[in-house]
């Protein structure tokens, strides 16, 4: 499966984003899907992920009550809603899938990976 990651730009602090993840390939609903982000000088850390039909979702602490995934399997594409955004939150974002696992949390359970979009937080 291919994925493609939008949404990123420009936002003050306390504002919305909303990010998509567009696949094509396999039937979107075999896979576990979410995203990660990298901030600058960082490792990659998990953000959210939901399960194949999106019964399950699963958050990052510093992102739990702010950020929203979801998914719209019959548009193949998976969203996260970003609100109440934080300069800690600037990263690129990542999507990625795994038809292994029902969900997941860490990289090494994913099969695939998007290019990443960029998602800047000004002060």
């Known amino acids: 499966v291919q994925l493609q990651a939008s949404g990123g730009g420009l936002v003050q602090a306390g504002g919305s984003l909303r990010l998509s993840c567009a696949a094509s390939g396999r039937p979107f609903g075999s896979y576990a899907t979410g995203w990660f982000r990298q901030a600058p000088g960082e490792e990659r850390e998990f953000v959210a992920a939901?399960?194949?039909?999106?019964?399950?979702?699963s958050y990052a602490d510093s992102v739990k009550g702010r950020f929203t995934i979801s998914r719209d399997n019959a548009k193949n594409t998976v969203y996260l809603q970003m609100n109440s955004l934080k300069a800690e939150d600037t990263a690129v974002y990542y999507c990625a899938a795994s038809s292994a696992v029902p969900i997941f949390r860490h990289g090494r359970d994913t099969d695939y990976w998007g290019k990443g979009t960029l998602v800047t937080v000004s002060q």
């Open positions: 939901i399960s194949r039909r999106g019964g399950i979702t």
